[in-house]
């Protein structure tokens, strides 16, 4: 039986969710045995692969490479999930969006705040511009389901793993769905 | 003090007769959510979350404020319930800065626990993303505004359980605030008698004790309860 064309992404997010994820710990090789990890920051691959089965996309989408990226993931994955908070909702990675604009955040991270050669980054096709407003994930792509937590345990990961294993949408319950 | 007979979701439900739903409906185990409410502060009904249907008519009441009558028939889950619940929870979600990861509450939240109760596992709102104040002026409390949800529980208890009225609200709409006194730094507030019956009384991380990082807010919840059970029942339970 074809295993599982499993994806992982980060976006603007802290990774702590990917931290998560290995805190699955030996249940991670039973996942090899179903799943087939086609795309992962962990590992070397270059470029987002066609018929990825279920993606996990955690952080943001803070900047311009963000908001193209997951536009991409989406059209070439079966089943998009929303991994953690800061897809959901923006959560930390959203706290600039009170200041309404980038350019505020970027004059306090790289002028006032340096210490030598205050500047800000800038260079065309390299340094992704930062959107004005950094947005949960479903306001750029449609998802197929929402995992919670700051970050979501391993435990929460596992049953949301285990359900599309199963060939289901993951459908948890009552503290499954908190927030932080 | 008569007793009323009403049907709560098709069951029978006594009650006295000075009683609103709310109550009955607690005393017979049937959970209405509520989050403007707290057992010993007068009713507010703001958060609407409280929201029942009435036969007989179209209206939905507020179960916090509707007294019972006999042969009242009631429902408290229905499909259309559950949907308005949902989304006022997600316009106060939108209308503040909650970020719960970060916040001294998380955990011990009613805002979150709401969340769970209606089953939010994302906003279809865009959130507002107001500018709002933290005010670390109190020696041993702050507010974070960017948390409050206007309940006025806070305004209530420092009203009526401590007489000092130290909270209130101005401005409106999304424009609508705490403020202390006449829109001081709440340090600067000569009414406040740091009794900290508001800290015990917000729901969220909007009201907290200084000294308590992520996750570790206690709102030690028992203390008011305790103090609203001696004034009203003359018992002081220790």
Redesign the interface.
């Known amino acids: 039986m074809a295993r599982l064309r499993l994806a992982t992404v980060w976006l603007g997010g802290c990774s702590g969710c990917h931290m998560s994820f290995l805190d699955l710990d030996e249940w991670l090789i039973d996942l090899a045995r179903f799943a087939e990890v086609v795309y992962t920051p962990f590992m070397d691959a270059k470029d987002y692969p066609e018929e990825v089965d279920a993606v996990l996309v955690e952080g943001a989408v803070a900047n311009e490479e963000h908001f193209y990226f997951v536009q991409q993931v989406r059209q070439r994955s079966k089943i998009l999930i929303?991994f953690g908070?800061c897809a959901?909702?923006?959560?930390?990675t959203?706290?600039r969006?009170?200041l309404?604009s980038a350019l505020p955040v970027l004059q306090r991270s790289y002028l006032e705040l340096a210490d030598t050669a205050p500047q800000i980054p800038c260079e065309e096709g390299i340094v992704p511009r930062l959107l004005e407003?950094a947005l949960?994930v479903?306001?750029v792509v449609p998802?197929d389901y929402?995992m919670?937590g700051?970050p979501p345990p391993a435990d929460r990961i596992r049953r949301t793993l285990e359900a599309l294993l199963d060939g289901k949408i993951p459908d948890l319950?009552?503290?499954d769905?908190?927030?932080? | 003090m008569t007793v009323k007979t009403l049907t709560i979701n098709g069951q029978l439900v006594s009650a006295r007769e000075d009683e609103t739903i709310l109550q009955a409906a607690r005393s017979a185990g049937i959970v209405i959510p509520t989050l403007c409410y707290l057992e010993g502060l007068s009713a507010h009904g703001g958060c609407r979350i409280c929201l029942v249907e009435v036969n007989g008519t179209n209206r939905l009441q507020p179960a916090c404020f509707l007294k019972v009558s006999e042969g009242m028939v009631i429902q408290t889950d229905t499909p259309r319930l559950r949907e308005y619940r949902r989304m006022i929870v997600e316009l106060l979600f939108a209308e503040g800065n909650h970020v719960c990861s970060i916040c001294v509450a998380n955990g011990r939240c009613e805002l979150q626990d709401a969340a769970v109760a209606v089953g939010l596992d994302h906003q279809r709102l865009d959130y507002l993303y107001p500018k709002r104040e933290v005010d670390l002026s109190h020696d041993r409390f702050g507010i974070d505004h960017n948390r409050c949800i206007l309940c006025t529980r806070c305004v209530r208890a420092c009203d009526e359980l401590e007489g000092a009225h130290t909270w209130d609200v101005a401005g409106r709409g999304t424009d609508a605030r705490l403020v202390a006194d006449m829109n001081q730094p709440w340090g600067e507030a000569k009414t406040c008698t740091s009794c900290g019956k508001c800290f015990m009384a917000c729901p969220t991380g909007a009201i907290f004790a200084k000294g308590a990082t992520v996750a570790e807010l206690d709102h030690e919840r028992g203390r008011l309860e305790f103090l609203i059970n001696a004034r009203e029942k003359k018992q002081w339970r220790v």
């Open positions: 929303s908070d959901v909702t923006g959560n930390v959203a706290m969006n009170v309404a407003q949960p479903h306001k998802v929402f919670l700051c319950h009552g503290s769905m908190k927030f932080g």
